[in-house]
């Protein structure tokens, strides 16, 4: 869709309508017993409401009554007119509104939307994609698209194959609103939901410091680092390069935030189900434990890196619990570990575990050319030759001090507190935390996964995010203004420190932005898409685009048919799916010159059509006896198998 047609913003408001019946109304029900203030009941009962809508349809869509949603939802509406709210003239009471922390949060989401709002736009040239990395983007769509169709979803470039490996809770939200509102799929994804969960960021955060009452400060610090914190990378290279300073990216900022839409939620999530655990805390509420244990485990199906951060200070809280002898507060982690294996065990079963790389995080980082150090990795290999241990060390501990620093930028400040501020967050709150901080340095920075590799860096990005909590509770305490001159001078380096990354990729994105030049699709492609797309066949489509679709399965969502083999690299490889069969009769169908094994192998397949670059001809040159050209233009062409070779019957 295009954001300049009246559809785009008559849906768009449509959109608000079903969040609110879907999310806020199922929330605010759920929530209508506990004690919260105004606005951080508002916030909690969309987040709420959220994870409850993904796990009705993650429940219905299991037991295939997927139809119970509209029950779900006449439910709740009928609870909640029942309970008056109809007659409530307002959701929340706006108080005293403070303006620079309305600023830091528009402008945060303004940053962060530029990322990835322009994702799948129609235009006069073609299909725009801009600015993140396409091929997640185009994955998280076609994820949905399999949602919405289907349920356990397939993978999308090798239909009949489950989703393996792989976390999708956020498409099952999205994917969910969809179906059952028929909201327009690619619009909800990254037009409409990317405003949601943006603003969400912000209000989470401000709930989430009106419920500690920590004040104005910590509130403007937290919600400053979360839109804005950036990484010190580039002050590392300016210091041993003086050039290039921006050529390396970081391995996460706040701008980015939305880049990784299953880390989005997530996090939106984690910060929302925090929140509910300081209210829990006070009164170790039985009903509130057993919301607290549904968002908690929600976390592994929606980024299970940010669910692993979480489960490890769970365990420590029962053990805390279970010394104090409050055997009745063990529920909240027993229910949320079952419900975790709920989530976990049928996607995720055979991801494989981590193994050990030693410093390899920190030795591929100083090796970096942007830093120009390569003569020292070369000295510590001598070291090593030598078995000269100590120097060993020592150029590991500069290596891992180097990146720690590059990486965790002014997030570090973090690590400075004392009693007094450790002291303002309840020590149940410590607890939960802190095990996953530990426990995620050390995946991240020492292990690989046996699924994904080096994506282990996912748990530092955990860190990097949640540990804002504790930088600006340090920046809250330790800056004051007692010294007006000496407070700003403060305050004007940190945010000398912070800030340039995230500027620096908000204008690199409006520059591509400005000049239009990132079409995935142009509209030669388009219209054979389009022609694939009307075509009605339950048999597979073979694709050959090049290095596109190879990347990522795009022609899946926008074709709507079943790919045989498409987005080898970002999806099946990284998820450890063994598609090496598909890939042999793929290349066997493409490049054989034998007549009958490109037949047999068409049959064997259930391929009923290939959609290809006008480009590309097969090799079996007599196959044209069974394969038919129906539609060709000066890009693509799509060829229809014959119905006597492909043996089935094509719909």
Not at 122 to 135: A, D, I, L, V
Not at 201 to 207: D, E, F, H, K
Request: hydrophobic share 50%; net charge positive; proline share 3%.
């Amino acid at each position: 869709m295009n954001p300049l047609s009246f559809s785009f913003w008559l849906f768009f408001i449509y959109f608000i309508f079903a969040l609110f019946v879907a999310f806020y109304i199922p929330g605010n029900i759920i929530l209508k017993k506990i004690n919260l203030a105004s606005f951080p009941r508002f916030v909690l009962s969309c987040l709420t409401g959220m994870v409850l809508w993904s796990w009705q349809g993650y429940i219905f869509g299991y037991l295939g009554l997927r139809w119970l949603s509209y029950v779900y939802l006449f439910v709740f509406i009928v609870l909640w007119i029942k309970d008056g709210n109809l007659s409530k003239k307002n959701i929340f009471n706006f108080k005293k509104i403070d303006y620079l922390l309305l600023i830091i949060v528009l402008t945060g989401i303004l940053f962060q939307l530029t990322s990835v709002w322009f994702t799948g736009i129609q235009t006069k040239s073609g299909m725009f994609y801009c600015c993140g990395m396409w091929p997640d983007n185009v994955l998280n769509i076609a994820y949905t698209n399999q949602v919405v169709n289907h349920f356990p979803p397939y993978e999308p470039g090798y239909y009949g194959k489950l989703v393996s490996n792989y976390h999708y809770w956020d498409s099952l939200v999205m994917g969910e609103l969809v179906r059952v509102f028929e909201l327009p799929l690619a619009a909800t994804d990254y037009q409409y939901m990317t405003i949601f969960i943006s603003l969400f960021l912000g209000l989470v955060s401000i709930a989430f410091s009106k419920i500690l009452n920590l004040g104005k400060c910590f509130t403007r610090w937290l919600t400053l680092l979360l839109y804005f914190g950036g990484d010190l990378v580039w002050l590392l290279v300016l210091f041993l390069r003086g050039r290039d300073i921006f050529n390396m990216n970081p391995m996460e900022s706040g701008q980015q935030f939305l880049e990784n839409l299953p880390r989005a939620f997530s996090i939106v999530v984690l910060l929302g189900a925090l929140s509910l655990f300081m209210v829990w805390i006070k009164k170790k509420d039985f009903k509130l434990g057993v919301i607290l244990a549904l968002l908690f485990s929600a976390l592994i199906g929606f980024k299970i890196y940010v669910g692993l951060f979480i489960l490890p200070g769970l365990g420590l809280l029962a053990l805390y619990y279970l010394f104090k002898k409050e055997y009745k507060y063990l529920l909240l982690f027993i229910s949320t570990l079952i419900l975790s294996i709920i989530i976990y065990l049928p996607v995720n079963s055979g991801a494989g575990g981590f193994f050990y790389t030693g410093t390899w995080r920190f030795e591929n980082f100083i090796s970096q050319g942007f830093f120009g150090l390569q003569k020292l990795e070369l000295a510590r290999a001598t070291y090593i030759a030598q078995n000269n241990w100590k120097r060993v060390i020592e150029y590991e501990l500069f290596y891992a001090a180097l990146f720690i620093l590059g990486t965790f930028g002014t997030k570090l400040l973090g690590l400075i507190q004392n009693k007094k501020t450790l002291s303002l967050l309840p020590k149940d709150l410590h607890i939960l935390l802190i095990p996953g901080f530990i426990i995620s340095f050390i995946l991240g920075s020492f292990f690989w996964q046996t699924s994904g590799g080096p994506n282990t860096f996912n748990f530092l990005v955990s860190i990097f995010i949640v540990g804002s909590i504790y930088t600006a509770l340090s920046l809250s305490h330790f800056i004051n203004f007692k010294n007006k001159y000496l407070g700003i001078l403060m305050v004007s380096v940190f945010l000398i420190l912070t800030l340039p990354r995230s500027f620096e990729q908000i204008y690199k994105n409006i520059i591509s932005i400005s000049k239009n030049n990132n079409i995935l699709i142009d509209n030669l492609q388009l219209d054979g898409i389009n022609r694939l797309k009307n075509i009605k066949t339950n048999s597979l489509v073979l694709v050959n685009l090049g290095y596109d679709d190879i990347e990522s399965p795009y022609i899946s969502y926008y074709s709507n048919q079943r790919m045989f083999l498409s987005g080898q690299g970002d999806e099946l490889g990284s998820h450890n799916v063994d598609f090496s069969q598909r890939k042999k009769d793929w290349d066997l169908i493409l490049n054989s010159e034998n007549v009958s094994s490109v037949s047999a192998a068409l049959s064997r397949n259930s391929i009923g059509y290939l959609f290809l670059l006008k480009s590309i001809d097969l090799a079996a040159t007599d196959s044209a006896n069974f394969l038919q050209t129906i539609f060709e233009n000066k890009e693509v062409k799509i060829i229809k198998v014959s119905d006597n070779v492909l043996n089935i019957n094509s719909k």
